[in-house]
Structures are given as structure tokens and as C-alpha cells.
């Protein structure tokens, strides 16, 4: 289910309930569950891919990054109002303002009655290079039964704007929601300090401009917070060149080709690295997370275990121990 908004904060806090997450999906056997690609490339004469419309009001989510303006603080809020089913106060924010993000939470606080499908089919034709616009024209169409024309939006999402919050979601969406979004980086890295997030950001991309490992390595590792994973694993890769003996830019660099679209380009670049740096737990430590993110909890278990062994006073075996005890008696299933 998509979220309101998703805040600097609350990415960078991810870590935080990280081993709780994967403690989760180990315990439930890490079962992926398929969402609306069960009828992936289906047009809509095929039976299965229009079914009834859903009740209720489609979920929206708008991530405004390193925006703390009012207007990205209002429709935030209105998107959790909106989320939380108090449709009239969202509406009300929503009215205050112009901008995409507002039409499309006012068609969806009026849904179904204000042909809320209708509206988010032509704000999408009169944005065709806005990936909010063609993500919400997904839900809108799912929330109408057309499950097919569903897959189809994210998939352009997907494919159209990859470097975009909106196309991460639409993974969620296409590939299974109970997985987490990104994979979570654990770096030992330290980031300027700032008066404002996107004050912040700036300070790393002018970084980053220098021929310097780490400062591109921050500048990424910011990036993929912000969930612009291509930027991201461009400066994670330009790092791992620069500095290609460093465990950590190479591991960096692997896990940036992640996508639910095609797990296998991370691991043919991750695996790898077990040879090339055997003692650094980072990598064995990713390894695991990815490998129990892709359903694989037994393998992953292994991984974790093995950064741990390597490394038992480092936070890399003090976040598997954690994990190990959360887990407790349900074992890998």
C-alpha cells in the first residue's frame, strides 16, 4: 500500500526498523506475494483483467524529497488525512491548492463520484512526463477494476522514470508490497551537517564534484535515501572506480543495480565480492538482506551470520544478533 509521503526523516530512520522488517519476513517465511502482474502484459479482453471496482478512495502518495516548503507540508498532511479516510479535511487542504499533486488528491477525495478515473486519465495526458501523474493513473485504474490497465501505468512508471521515488512504488506495486521498498545501505559514513535536508544535499553534490571516493559515496548514499536509485548507483559506481579496492564502494556500487524488475544484476555483482574482500562483513551483511529479500531467508540467515563471525564487535554483528533473537523459535520456516 502506498504511503502519504515519505520525508528525508523518515527514509534515513528506515535503519532504525531495519532488523525488525527483516526479523518479520524471516519469520513469515518470507512469502513474496504477487500483486496486479498476476496479469502482467494481459490486455483487457482477457478474463481476469477487469474485475469489479474496489470501495473506498485509492491511496495516494506524494514525496516531495528535500522539500519543507508549506504548500509540500500541507499536501503532505493531506495525503495522511486522505490515507486515514478523513476524506472532508483533506479535501479542504487540498482546495488551498494548484499544483498536480493537489488535483490529483482532489479526484481522489472525490472518488468515485467525480469520474475520479476520467480526471487522472487527462491530468496524466497533460503531464506526460510527470511520474505522480502516472502513478496515480494506476491506482485509479485498479481502483476501477481494470487491473491489466494497472500493470500497464506502473509499468511505464517503472520504465519511463526510474530515478524517481514514483518508480520505486510502482515496484511495490507490480512485483510484491510486502517486500521492502529498497534495499537498506549500512555504510560507515558521516554526513555534513546542514541548517535544512536540502541545504544538506547541496553541500554533497558540490562534494561529489571532486574526484573523491567518499564524497561521491555520501553524495549517493543521500541519493538513495531520497529513493533516486539510479543518481544514486551513478556516484556509488564512480566511487567503486576511483576507489576500487574499498569494500564499501563496491558493495555500494553492487547494490545500487538492485530492482524488483531484475534482482539478478545485483547479485551477479555482489556475490563476486565475497572472494574479492572475504574478511569485510558489509558485504556478506548486503548479500544476506538481499537474499532475504528475494524470498531467500535460509541463504540470507548464512550471510548474515558469516558478516558477523567476521566482524562480532562491529554493528554489522550487533544488528545480525538482534535479528537472530527477534527471530527467535520461528527459524527460517
Given at each position: 500500500?502506498?504511503?502519504?509521503a ?6 534515513r ?7 525488525v ?13 504477487v ?14 483483467s ?10 495516494v ?10 504548500e ?64 496515480h ?10 487491473i ?12 519511463r ?7 520505486v ?25 546542514a ?53 564499501y ?21 555482489l ?8 574478511h ?22 548464512k550471510?548474515?551470520?558469516l558478516?558477523a563471525a ?20 520461528h527459524?527460517?520456516?
Open positions: 500500500m502506498a504511503t502519504a515519505r520525508p528525508l526523516a523518515a527514509a530512520s528506515r535503519r532504525i526498523v531495519l532488523v522488517a527483516v526479523a518479520a519476513l524471516i519469520a513469515a517465511g518470507a512469502v513474496v506475494g500483486t496486479v502482474l498476476q496479469t502482467r502484459g494481459e490486455t483487457t479482453t482477457v478474463p481476469g477487469v474485475t469489479k471496482p474496489r470501495s473506498g478512495i485509492p491511496p502518495f506524494f514525496d516531495f524529497g528535500v522539500r519543507d516548503d508549506p509540500a507540508r500541507d499536501l503532505a498532511r493531506a495525503a495522511e488525512l486522505l490515507n486515514a479516510k478523513h476524506v472532508a479535511a483533506a479535501r479542504a487542504i487540498f482546495e488551498r491548492h494548484h499544483s498536480l499533486q493537489a488535483q490529483i488528491g482532489l479526484a481522489f477525495a472525490g472518488w468515485p463520484g467525480d469520474d475520479g478515473l476520467g480526471t487522472l486519465k487527462r491530468l496524466a495526458a497533460e503531464n506526460p512526463d510527470s511520474a505522480v501523474a502516472e502513478y493513473l494506476g491506482w485509479a485504474y485498479l481502483w476501477s477494476g481494470r491489466a490497465d494497472a500493470a500497464a501505468a506502473w509499468n511505464r512508471v517503472d520504465t522514470f526510474p530515478d524517481s521515488p514514483e518508480s512504488e510502482a515496484e511495490n506495486q507490480l512485483y510484491s508490497a510486502d517486500k521492502p521498498d529498497l534495499p537498506d545501505l549500512v555504510l560507515p559514513l558521516s554526513l555534513p551537517g541548517a535544512s535536508a536540502a541545504a544538506q544535499l547541496r553541500v554533497l553534490a558540490a562534494d561529489a564534484r571532486k574526484p573523491d571516493a567518499e564524497a561521491k559515496l555520501r553524495y549517493g548514499y543521500f541519493l538513495w535515501q531520497l529513493w533516486h536509485r539510479v543518481s544514486a548507483e551513478r556516484q556509488f559506481a564512480a566511487a567503486a572506480r576511483l576507489a576500487p579496492q574499498d569494500p564502494a563496491r558493495t555500494a556500487a553492487a547494490v545500487g543495480l538492485f530492482t524488483k524488475r531484475a534482482p539478478a544484476r545485483a547479485f551477479a555483482r556475490g563476486p565480492l565475497t572472494a574479492v574482500f572475504p569485510a562483513p558489509v558485504v556478506r551483511f548486503e548479500l544476506g538482506l538481499l537474499l532475504i529479500a528475494t524470498a531467500q531467508p535460509a541463504k540470507g540467515l550471510q548474515l551470520r558478516a567476521e566482524a562480532p564487535r562491529s554493528s554489522y554483528a550487533k544488528a545480525v544478533r538482534t535479528l537472530l533473537s527477534r527471530i527467535g523459535k527459524g527460517t520456516k
